[in-house]
């Protein structure tokens, strides 16, 4: 009985629901209609809105895309590095021993990170626009990802770079009985004994304290091959020593290098004292008598995932070029 | 002659060109263009009027062109857009619910003067069962619509709606019971 009735619904509801059917397929005006919605939606673009015609062009994503991984990978390095002179250099793998007589090794002007910013910027920029502009689900969450994705690599390749290690010592023409002051806390200071003019090194290790790898891309010097003051003239590494107190035998000429994740570097840096040093004639008990030129930290610059950056490395060690007074 | 052939010519380079540089549009009209016919004929068994359904397919479309980059496969956009179109129709038939609301007096007239056929038992149930299924539960009426008027097995339902299969299967239990028992109280 009950599956009668049931019968006698269902049959009903068929014949009122075939009456909704239309006799017709879709009207001609509505399948226009439909056709039209992606040239209307396409020519509602003006004003500001352009940027949706600009990110619907799969160039430029690409283009973005490839711009972003050159970026951190190719590694858009604003420096510029400073052809050595001097002897030969050679840089085959194996080949070591300090020379410091070779000038300009392994340095560089200066760091800029306007063109990565720059280009992290457009990168940003093009993949909030695309965004916005496709307003499907899976569009917004890609863009919101490599927008994450980048803006986390920024942050870590910004705040990652390179610190002193542990270990240092003098290597050249550098006085090494000094100590600290008497009743002074204050760091070593290793006097330079070297000519005016001559060479003289120290060695230290560098430590890589971030979860990333650090590309060191040597040392920052701005000053002129001709400078006749105290300054850095050369770079020089031993990455089998692990940070211990470099051998000058072990050295080889800078190239950049990578320090690993908690990895240690061993450096040497030279420099070349000023026209006004004292040289040779320096004697500890008369410090006290000179004027003094010094360095206490080097600036290294390096990058990571491409992003370039420069690190003040404080040294444990002041060097000092002792000035009689008598030369200007 | 020859100038209305140069017409169409440009008219078909026009359109292909405009193709070619936006693939996605061409793509879109390509495959609603395939699925209009049946979501009209999904749209008009749901909402019963044929200028609502329309309306309701154009929503649709409209919306499947926003929502585009959600679709991951071509080959699954059937079921995509059959389920842009039912969320269209339940949107019309929740905004027409609201509107009855206001308006005052609407149902009641339609109750005291009922459609008629003609006088067979057949065309009573029908009245019946025309006046009652404007009063399903929306939820229900959605269902009916797409099991007996689209003709859609359960299975095909519970896709469309996101749903369970059991779901589908108790509304429609619960909607054939309100018709049975109404087209019951109708004879006596």
Known sequence: MSEQADMRVERALRSVLDERRPAQGVPLELRERVAEIPDRALSRIDGPLILRRIARVDVAGLAAAAVVILAFLGGVVSRAAIPAVGHDVTTVPGSHGLDADIDRLGLVTGVSDDVAWFVALVAVAILGITALAYRGRRMRVLGVTAGAVLAAAMVLATQTGVEFGYFWGPTLRLNASAQPPAGSDGPTVYYITAEPGQPFAATFDVHNPGPLPVRLEGLVDGSSPDATWLRWSALWYDDKNEGAVGLTSEAKPFVPIDIPSDGHLTLFVVGRAGRCALGPAFQLDQADTYGYSTIGEAHLAFSVLGWPGEAVVELPFRIAEPNPGTCS | ?188
């Open chain 2, 1 to 188: 002659m020859k100038e209305r052939q140069r017409m169409v010519e440009a008219l078909v380079t026009e359109q292909a060109v405009r193709e070619l540089a936006h693939p996605r549009a061409a793509a879109f009209r390509r495959l609603v263009d395939g699925e209009l016919d049946s979501a009209y004929r999904l749209a008009a068994a749901i909402l019963g009027d044929r200028f609502e359904a329309e309306d309701a397919v154009h929503d649709a479309a409209v919306s499947a062109w926003r929502h585009w980059g959600d679709l991951r496969d071509e080959a699954r956009f059937e079921a995509w857009f059959g389920r842009i179109v039912i969320n269209s129709c339940r949107d019309r038939m929740r905004r027409s619910r609201r509107r009855a609301a206001i308006e005052l007096g609407r149902d009641a007239t339609f109750t005291e003067h009922p459609v008629t056929d003609d006088g067979s038992a057949d065309a009573a149930d029908r009245d019946v069962v025309r006046r009652l299924l404007a009063t399903l539960p929306l939820d229900e009426r959605i269902v009916v619509a797409l099991r007996f008027g689209a003709d859609l097995t359960v299975p095909t339902i519970a896709d469309r709606l996101q749903i369970a299969e059991g779901t589908v299967k108790s509304r429609l239990h619960a909607a054939l019971g309100r018709l049975r028992r109404a087209i019951e109280e109708s004879e006596r």
